[in-house]
């Protein structure tokens, strides 16, 4: 079947808006009286549960809870609950579910979708009073902490034994485990390391009728359907999770990094297919282009090729044989695929500051535009050129520029479109843009979602990716752990209904598998 | 192809209608595993053939009834691999052939000696297309690394033994054949294995493999070629030639092993085979019988005579649980109403109860085969 073009910004839909946020659900008003009654009816019933300090719910104690990173979408909850103990947790999703209250789950609020933002008739649960690391064990070589530990203290705890927790989003330093389980964040490392799923032995925690669940174990494998696989990426729709047991990997001994640049995008995309084809795996493998490479050389001066298309980093880890080995072989392939100029990191002091322009391209973007996107999808990566062009062409029909940041090492693109909000008609524009590049990625064989989440921010996009039926086997699959719909509601999976109303039709991935079926 | 699949979702379709639960097959290498078979045979080997591979994206898609022997050629060819291993049991409408389909490694779970190093088959599936029992051909996940739009369906696949539909195709990372290995051998007691294992496994060390049966333990490097030759150097033991070092790998992932042939032996006569899976560093069991430890210690195979019961409890008290792999008569081990899987939570119970549901409504596939309540 063939996809509909994209409509015209015009006719985009209007989702969202820094001015006018869209609350998941309910959509409609909520009349304030029937609220506050609401309201109180909640704090009688967890003031029973949970110690005074422990409950917020005037409007500004609850304000700082009305969004997570992804700031366009606001929403202040009816109750914030910050329970202490796996007691108070069980306990205050027991009333929730005899109140038939919603549930949000929060960590740190770094979220990039909008997946902790809060429910207007809804609890917000704060787990970030669970900060213990409970357990670092280095001959099994695992740690054991609570849900709202931040992904950086486990590394820095289990520091001490040569050992480190592998998955770094880029918001290490605050994001916390018990978020990077409900998002299955990546990081720059996870060709060779993997995901969160990868490295998360066992969750424990409650189900929204405040039984205590625990999904994997501490041996390889556990009993039965592998509902760790489900539980790890489903954005607190499924249970809530108070504690996480993690593997740890031996910290390599050394880290070196190759900076190639490239006279085109395509014959970056190219290095890296081919590096790859090589039989290397690298540690991180990641572009930048033209654009991107300016602003963020205007902001670290980390000494970029500002001629070059497009730089690649390339690294290696392990030890200095296996490092020495690997760099001479990346060396290799990258000069025989066209690398206009290449330098490989002396020192760890190099080696940062090659990283720090990619670690930088977020703040870099906001000195040089007053607003931006930041997207987050995945294509094949052989079709990176294509998605490159594409994006170019849209720059000039949405009037917008874009900036480009890749996880080539596993085809995950951040396009940061640039807009500035004040300008009438811009951030629809610059929504119309993303949602294109959205669905061109799934149009070339991708996802509308590598590592950032749905949330509510992909919602519409959700409904290209997947067929009706698709769609509904899953909202099944969330009945089957909730099944009165209380744990985050209206997130991840649109409901038939939402989907009509956006009225994208479902563009299916670019190699459809039967695609002669009927699929509606 | 769209014929075979079509003729799969009428048959599904009829069989709705008709109230008949469906008994999913490929090759029926693995029909020995989990709970006895019921239902009319669904034969998956019409949906054959790779869909598309290609070796710079780390991605092979193949149909459920591609022969795994085809998808590991391909892979070959490239010098590629399915790095999880999984076992090549006999095929037995076909004798001296080996291996099953790929729907059925997916289906069944079940990985070889690399698991503790690279990770387990869930861990290699990036999406599937699934037949649901609403007769539903519905895709999950994708060709892609990294992927989190939606539920994970695919990979909760892994392992699921059929019991949620059948598995149409299946999208798999794959990854380069490491460049060089060694197998080295100490001779040590259970205990001092364990111990080692666990010593190697917190430095950065390329062991890929353990084996410890009666007082040997075997372990294989794998990685980049200076760090396999620095590491056997540091490590020591005896260095076992590479080509009966990879006969000794086949025996252990296909379960040739001279093990496993004495455990067939043993089996006629009434034993069991019991595959536990415990934390890695767990002290000894005190189980009579003859055992394998690999995995660095977190898997623990046992040929015993002893109760179920008292199997399951040891295992449980270590953290971990027992499966009845292969026995002559399952249900004389175990006893009525006992599972071959270590029973589950109440919780856990519910949960699984109501996926079926929501997967399989009328109970069609596979009914049985994970938990008799299933």
Redesign the interface.
């Known amino acids: 079947m063939n996809a509909p073009l994209p409509r015209a910004a015009a006719d985009a839909p209007v989702s969202a808006g820094v001015d006018r946020p869209l609350p998941a659900s309910p959509p409609a008003a909520v009349d304030a009286a029937a609220r506050r009654q609401r309201q109180s009816e909640v704090v009688a019933a967890l003031s029973k549960l949970l110690p005074r300090s422990a409950l917020l719910w005037q409007d500004e104690d609850t304000t700082p809870y009305e969004c997570d990173g992804l700031t366009a979408y606001r929403e202040r909850p009816l109750v914030v609950a910050l329970p202490e103990t796996d007691e108070q947790v069980a306990a205050v999703l027991r009333a929730c579910r005899r109140l038939a209250v919603p549930v949000v789950a929060r960590g740190a609020g770094t979220g990039l979708s909008g997946g902790a933002m809060p429910h207007a008739m809804g609890v917000t649960l704060s787990l970030a009073r669970f900060n213990r690391i409970l357990a670092v064990d280095?001959?099994?070589?695992i740690a054991r902490v609570q849900c709202g530990v931040r992904n950086l203290a486990i590394s820095e705890a289990a520091s001490p034994?040569?050992?480190y927790y592998a998955p770094d989003p880029s918001s290490q330093i605050a994001c916390t485990i018990g978020g990077n389980v409900a998002?299955?964040s990546?990081g720059v490392h996870?060709?060779k390391y993997?995901?969160t799923?990868?490295n998360v032995l066992r969750v424990r925690g409650y189900?929204i009728?405040g039984?205590?669940?625990?999904f994997g174990?501490?041996?390889?494998?556990?009993?039965?359907?592998?509902?760790l696989?489900?539980v790890?990426?489903?954005e607190g729709?499924?249970a809530v999770v108070t504690e996480v047991t993690v593997k740890l990997v031996?910290?390599?001994?050394l880290a070196r990094c190759i900076m190639a640049s490239f006279a085109s995008v395509q014959a970056a995309g190219e290095a890296v297919?081919?590096v790859?084809?090589e039989?290397?795996?690298p540690a991180g493998l990641e572009m930048m282009d033209r654009p991107m490479t300016a602003a963020v050389e205007d902001f670290v001066r980390a000494g970029y090729d500002l001629k070059a298309a497009a730089i690649l980093l390339c690294e290696s880890d392990?030890?200095p044989?296996?490092v020495?080995?690997?760099i001479r072989r990346m060396t290799e392939v990258l000069s025989g695929c066209g690398a206009t100029r290449l330098e490989v990191s002396r020192d760890e002091a190099q080696r940062l500051r090659f990283w720090s322009g990619r670690k930088n391209a977020f703040p870099a973007s906001g000195r040089i535009s007053p607003d931006y996107m930041c997207m987050d999808s995945?294509?094949?990566?052989?079709r990176l050129a294509d998605i490159l062009t594409a994006i170019a062409d849209m720059e000039s029909r949405y009037e917008l520029r874009c900036v480009n940041v890749f996880?080539a090492?596993?085809?995950?693109l951040h396009p940061l479109i640039l807009f500035d909000a004040n300008q009438p008609g811009e951030l629809a524009r610059a929504e119309a843009f993303g949602a294109e590049i959205l669905e061109t990625s799934v149009r070339l064989?991708?996802?509308?979602?590598?590592?950032?989440?749905?949330g509510i921010e992909?919602l519409a996009?959700?409904c290209v990716?997947?067929?009706p039926?698709?769609?509904e086997?899953?909202l099944?699959?969330?009945?089957?752990?909730d099944?009165a719909g209380l744990l985050n509601p209206g997130k991840?999976?649109p409901t038939l209904h939402r989907c009509a109303e956006y009225g994208r039709m479902h563009v299916?991935?670019g190699?459809?598998?039967?695609a002669?079926?009927p699929?509606f | 192809?769209?014929k075979a699949?079509?003729s799969l979702?009428d048959r599904v379709r009829a069989a709705r209608e008709a109230h008949t639960p469906l008994a999913i097959r490929g090759a029926g290498t693995k029909s020995f595993y989990g709970e006895a078979i019921r239902g009319a045979t669904l034969d998956t080997r019409e949906l054959s053939g790779i869909?598309?591979y290609?070796?710079?994206?780390?991605?092979l898609?193949a149909?459920a009834g591609t022969p795994l022997a085809d998808v590991e050629a391909a892979l070959a060819e490239r010098?590629?691999c399915l790095p999880f291993e999984p076992p090549r049991y006999p095929d037995p409408e076909r004798p001296g052939q080996r291996g099953g389909t790929i729907g059925g490694v997916v289906a069944a779970?079940l990985a070889g000696p690399a698991?503790?190093a690279v990770?387990?088959v869930?861990?290699f599936v990036l999406g599937a297309?699934l037949l649901?029992g609403?007769a539903?051909?519905?895709?999950?996940g994708?060709?892609?690394?990294?992927?989190?739009?939606?539920?994970?369906?695919s990979?909760?696949l892994?392992?699921?033994l059929g019991?949620?539909g059948l598995i149409?195709?299946v999208s798999l990372k794959v990854?380069?054949?490491l460049?060089a290995t060694a197998t080295l051998r100490f001779d040590c007691g259970e205990a001092e294995a364990i111990e080692r294992l666990?010593?190697w496994?917190?430095?950065?060390l390329p062991v890929h493999a353990s084996a410890w049966w009666q007082g040997a333990l075997v372990v294989r490097l794998s990685?980049?070629?200076?760090?396999v030759?620095?590491a056997a150097s540091k490590m020591g033991g005896e260095v076992i030639d590479p080509y009966l070092a990879q006969r000794f790998w086949n025996g252990m992932r296909d379960q040739t092993d001279e093990f496993f042939a004495e455990a067939r032996r043993s089996l006629a006569d009434g034993a069991a085979l019991w595959r536990i899976?415990?934390?890695?560093?767990a002290a000894p069991l005190p189980l009579s019988g003859e055992q394998l430890i690999e995995?660095g210690g977190?898997?623990r195979w046992w040929v015993t005579r002893e109760p179920a019961e008292r199997v399951r409890s040891l295992a449980a008290r270590s953290?971990?649980?027992a499966?009845l792999f292969r026995a002559r008569d399952k249900a004389a081990v175990l006893g009525v109403g006992v599972s071959v899987?270590?029973?589950?939570?109440?919780?856990?119970a519910r949960?699984?109860r109501?996926?079926k549901?929501?997967?399989d409504p009328d109970g069609l596939f596979n009914p049985g085969r994970?938990?008799p309540e299933l």
């Open positions: 280095r001959r099994a070589r034994h040569g050992l998002e299955n990546g996870c060709l993997g995901l799923l990868h189900t009728d039984d205590a669940v625990e174990s501490e041996a390889l494998d556990a009993p039965g359907l592998d509902l696989a489900l790890v990426g489903s729709m499924l031996p910290k390599p001994q297919a081919q790859i084809a039989g290397i795996i392990g030890t044989e296996e020495d080995e690997e995945t294509i094949p990566r052989k996880h090492g596993d085809g995950n064989g991708g996802t509308v979602t590598g590592e950032h989440g749905v992909k996009s959700m990716q997947f067929s039926e698709e769609r086997q899953m099944a699959l969330k009945q089957a752990f099944p991840v999976i299916k991935k190699l459809l598998p039967f002669e079926l699929r | 192809m769209s699949l079509n979702v869909s598309s290609e070796p710079s994206e780390l991605v898609t149909r010098g590629q779970g698991r503790a990770g387990n869930r861990d297309t649901n609403r539903e051909v519905l895709s999950f994708g060709q892609v690394m990294k992927n989190v739009a939606g539920y994970d369906v990979r909760a892994a392992g699921s019991v949620l149409c195709e990854l380069p054949v460049p666990q010593g496994g917190g430095q950065p990685g980049a070629v200076a760090a030759n620095s899976g415990l934390p890695a560093g995995w977190a898997q953290g971990g649980h499966t899987f270590t029973p589950l939570a109440a919780p856990l949960i699984h109501e996926l549901q929501a997967f994970l938990y």
